[in-house]
């Protein structure tokens, strides 16, 4: 379990008194008695006037005892003084001595708690502040790498376009010069072609003035005497072509570079990550005790945790359309949605009556969730789907799940975001626009966190809390998904299922082995057990809290749900 020894026995059911016989919920505490007390045990504590001085907190509030350590002079005397002068933590026989006479001294058992809630401060900025901030600048670097990753890819996309544009332009303009030459060589062929005809004709007079020339020079030919001579025309004359001249580029790589875009780097100096400071941070210190009757006070007057005997029956009615109560949320409109373990899904108002039915693929989980504008968002396993219905009851579906089998879900109350139990031993957070944020799965060690979670919530501080059915565990991970611990109760076993939290940061837990309903604190100490047969609960499976401060209990074997009183 997450509490300590010192807190809890095996086996019992809330923190005992420690007054005598008495057995009733120590939720008390007296500082100077190191004990724990119930309020009747306390009224009666303060009456002796031996005690009227005493400092009595509540149980969470405690100092905490100073740990048992002998003095090497005196084996068998216990320390319990701080020499402030010699610096050295004494025993009272010590204390007597003349070595230590004159000096001032502390109560060692104040110096330790002082120290206690110095350290118990650090470990709490730790849990609250550096893990959770630090986790954050890690998403923020995965976000950024998602962001470069993409923008070089975008580059690289315009450096390919621009490159094959410039190939475009070189092909477009290689084509045009290359359909030039061919004009030019077929001017240049005409003007061959054209030459040629020109001999062609003029070998063709030559072979007529040939022929002639031999008729003439017959011997009996007498025209030879009588004609006069024949004159021959000359060769005619022609131009010999003169081909175009290709003078070539010489082009390098540099003159390429030129031509196409530059890469160049940042010229801004990076901004440096914004880091939250502890000062905003909300973290729990150790009181001093001043603070504690402060904050006592402040307690009594506004909501203190009753006993559990003493939790009130407020309502009780059947839910119509389902044979059973599984998992049951309330939305502002103090109106109930109610599921069983047969995949009906309906909303009731608080006097039983039916307003709406949904079938969905949900069994014996918390796959539904009432959002803050009065809505719902429910889950379908078999169409890993997850649906979101508004308040004029229009169903739209709201995001897919992939391959993974979404169990359970809840809407945040602190700032809209989704939290998904996923079958595949996962939790999932998405923005309330349905963008995934961040898969929760291992803790720092690589260890699988979750195996079946099939009810999940979220408590005031940000905490995810999630009921895992297989692990045997109410398993709770900061807002960043950083393990916190795991409750998993002690003696016969313990089966989670229903979950949810309170006002003032309870946890409160259907076992299905021990048939009750267990209530936590904040850091999962285990408190009481809130609800039990003794109530009437005997099959305990769904919880909520409404904003008037009601527990529901939805259980197994009945489709009534009942309304407790349980905190004023």
Sequence with gaps: ???????????????????????????????????????????????????????????????????????KLHPKKNIEIFCKECKTPLCLKCFLTEEHKGHEFDDLEEIYAKKYALWQGEFSKIQKYFLPTSEDLKTDIKEDVKEIKKIMESIRTSMKAEAES???????????????THTMEKSLLQMLKSQKTTYNDYMKYLGKMSDKFQEYLSTTNQKLLSSDILKIQ??????????????????????????????????????????????AVSIPMKFTEKQMEQSKEKSDMKQTLFLSSSVTKVREYNVPGVNN?????????????????????????LQGNLLQEIQTSGISEGYHTATQDGGLIYTDRDKKKIYRTTSDRKITEFLKTGDWEPLSVHS??????????IKEAKVTRYSKTGKEIKNIQRDNQGQDLYQYPHYITENINGDICTSDFNKRAVV????????RFSYTCQGSGFRPYGICTDVLGHI???????????????????????????????YPRGVCVDDENNLYVGQWHTNTVTGYKYLQ
Excluded at 37 to 47: F, G, I, L, P, T
Excluded at 263 to 279: A, C, G, V, Y
Excluded at 328 to 344: A, E, I, M, Q, T
Aim: charged share 25%.
């Design 166 to 180: 410039l190939k475009n332009l070189v092909d477009e303009v290689t084509s045009e010069k290359i359909e030039h």
């Design 476 to 483: 709770v991970v900061n807002k960043s998904g950083q393990h």
């Design 508 to 538: 409160l837990v259907c076992d299905s082995v021990s048939k009750n309903v267990h209530l936590l604190d904040q850091d999962g100490g285990f408190l009481s057990i809130i609800l039990s047969e003794q109530q009437g609960i005997e």
């Design 412 to 421: 945040s109350h602190i700032n809209g975001d989704i939290l998904v139990g």
């Design 1 to 71: 379990m997450a509490t300590t020894s010192d807190e809890q026995a095996a086996g019992q059911h809330y923190l005992v008194c420690g007054i005598q016989d008495c057995r009733r919920n120590g939720q008390f505490y007296c500082n100077d008695c190191h004990q724990p007390m119930c309020e009747q045990c306390k009224d009666e504590h303060r009456k002796s006037p031996n005690n009227k001085n005493h400092d009595i907190v509540l149980y969470r509030q405690r100092k905490h005892q100073l740990p048992i350590e002998k003095c």
């Design 325 to 349: 109560a599984f998992h049951v949320s309330v939305d502002k409109s103090d109106r109930l949605w109610v599921s069983d373990s047969l995949c009906n899904l309906v909303q009731t108002d």
């Design 234 to 279: 000359s060769i005619p004359e022609t131009s010999k072509p003169v081909p175009p001249v290709f003078t070539s580029c010489q082009f390098n790589r540099d003159d390429v570079d030129k031509l196409l875009g530059k890469l160049n780097d940042p010229n801004t100096e990076p901004k440096k990550r914004k880091i939250q400071s502890i000062e």
